[in-house]
């Protein structure tokens, strides 16, 4: 019983690490929805850091 | 008369010190018992039933289980015919515990012990277990059990009451050699040159007082005891299997999952950074993903002493759904105190969820050091698996054997604290006997 229950417990986890790796679970990004097509002639007028938290490059 | 079948005969005698009543169970197996009158120690072997000891020196203790107790032991009915008290001295700590003799006529003798209401069912036997004292924990060998050295002691018997098939006196000494597997304990008890052994059997009380018809309850046992079994064993072994199995289907998802996916590059172009430009960012040529995945965005970028920084964002020409993420690279090297050094890296990944499939193009917009003309190249992988959901599992996983075993370890740690092998224990054995 005892080990039934670790199993199922085991199981879920190995579930869930399989649903993580192929849904990307890990990875990262901003979602925007309904971008302009005209974004395609015109990229400068996109502006990614609405989406999310602005990035700094800081280099040396 | 004639006894019915399992009913004890008895035969009696005057006490020699007192000239009390003294009443004998055992009969010819007895070789002591106590006068119950006077306490006196008696050898009714003896024709003229010799005082072994006078009463003077004996203090008073009842026990737990009454003498003349009748009960239903392994099947046979048992009567307990004599008690006795010893006790051993460890780092000048004294330890008791309580022995009581129970009699069958037909079966013999069989005895319980007591020790802070850890009860042992203690047996005789006949057969040498084979000692080995190669090692520095030497272990006993019996009946194809291997049993563990736990403590070497010298025993002081300090009371007795009733009768016994030895010849018993107070401040009787015996040197003893406990071997456990628990449930079970071997124990040795004698000189140097003469030893008895007998196996004892780990007993919860209840058995007991059920057996016997005690009153009340059993005292709850104190502390984890040489030969108790381990409660909390069952639990870490399965904790144990669990992990060994689970382990190996992460290991096969694992594997399965690398040689599966698809891994399949939708995109790949180069590009060169040209700093000042009046628009740095730039939309890709469109491409198809096939299907539903993983995506990684690959930046390989001809970095020197500088660094090269990217926002990106895939976004679905149908839906225009965009994802964005970012990267940032920088290689830095040189030579120091005669010593070359690299710092950083030229190669990234920008590594998204799941995304649906359908019609694509990036949006890049890459920002560097001004006066530095820099190449790179982008590629687009779908259905790219991640190593972390695995690892994550693991650690999980290693939980269980953690969760399950430490309660039994520690329950371990506690049992052989109480050994001669212990942390708490001396490691000279002398001050056992002592």
Redesign the interface.
């Given at each position: 019983m005892?080990?039934a229950i670790?199993?199922l417990?085991?199981?879920t986890?190995?579930g869930?690490?399989?649903t993580?790796?192929?849904?990307?679970?890990?990875?990262?990004?901003?979602?925007?929805?309904?971008?302009?097509?005209s974004?395609?002639d015109n990229?400068?007028a996109?502006r990614?850091?609405y989406?999310?938290n602005p990035?700094y490059?800081?280099?040396? | 008369m004639v006894n019915a079948p399992g009913t004890p005969r008895t035969r009696g005698f005057n006490c020699a010190n007192c000239g009390g009543a003294v009443e004998l169970r055992a009969l010819a197996h007895t070789r002591s018992v106590t006068c119950t009158t006077c306490g006196s120690l008696l050898d009714p072997r003896d024709p003229n039933v010799v005082i072994l000891q006078e009463a003077a020196r004996r203090e008073s203790i009842t026990p737990t289980i009454p003498l003349g107790t009748r009960g239903t032991w392994h099947g046979q009915p048992y009567e307990v015919i004599g008690f006795q008290r010893r006790s051993i001295t460890v780092d000048g700590t004294q330890y008791s515990w309580d022995e009581y003799v129970l009699f069958n006529p037909f079966r013999g003798f069989r005895y319980l012990t007591d020790y802070q209401g850890h009860w042992n069912d203690v047996r005789t036997i006949r057969e040498l277990p084979v000692v080995d004292t190669r090692s520095n924990r030497p272990t006993a060998t019996h009946d194809n059990r291997k049993y563990t050295h736990f403590q070497h002691a010298q025993a002081t018997t300090d009371f007795v009451i009733g009768e016994f098939p030895w010849r018993v006196t107070l401040g009787d000494q015996v040197v003893t050699d406990d071997f456990v597997e628990p449930p079970y304990m071997l124990s040795s008890e004698g000189t140097e040159q003469e030893r008895t052994w007998s196996l004892g059997t780990y007993t919860p009380g209840e058995t007991i007082w059920k057996a016997f018809g005690l009153p009340g309850a059993p005292p709850e046992p104190v502390g984890v005891f040489a030969n108790q079994p381990n409660p909390y064993k069952k639990g870490a072994n399965a904790g144990c299997t669990a992990f060994f199995v689970l382990f190996g289907l992460l290991v096969a998802l694992f594997l399965l999952r690398m040689i599966t996916a698809d891994r399949e590059r939708v995109f790949s172009s180069s590009y060169t950074y040209q700093p000042g430009a009046p628009e740095a960012s730039f939309v890709t040529a469109p491409f198809t993903l096939s299907d539903d995945g993983t995506i990684s965005i690959e930046i390989d970028a001809n970095v020197s002493n500088n660094w090269l920084g990217f926002d990106v964002a895939l976004i679905n020409i149908g839906t225009g759904t965009a994802y964005n993420t970012d990267k940032e690279l920088e290689f830095y090297f040189g030579t120091e105190g005669g010593e070359s050094w690299t710092e950083g890296s030229r190669s990234g990944s920008m590594f998204l969820p799941s995304v649906p499939a359908g019609e694509y193009y990036l949006r890049v917009e890459p920002e560097g050091p001004a006066g530095i003309a820099t190449g790179y190249t982008l590629r687009v992988v779908r259905d790219v698996p991640s190593k972390l959901p695995y690892a994550i599992a693991l650690v999980c996983l290693l939980f269980l054997p953690f969760l399950t075993g430490w309660r039994s370890g520690w329950f371990e740690q506690k049992r052989q604290a109480e050994s001669d092998y212990g942390s708490s224990s001396s490691d000279d054995d002398d001050d056992d006997e002592d």
């Open positions: 005892r080990l670790l199993m417990l085991g199981l986890v190995l869930t690490a399989r993580a790796d192929v849904r990307g679970w890990m990875g990262r990004s901003n979602t925007v929805r309904n971008v302009p097509r974004v395609r990229p400068g996109y990614a850091l989406a999310g990035r490059f800081g280099g040396k | -």
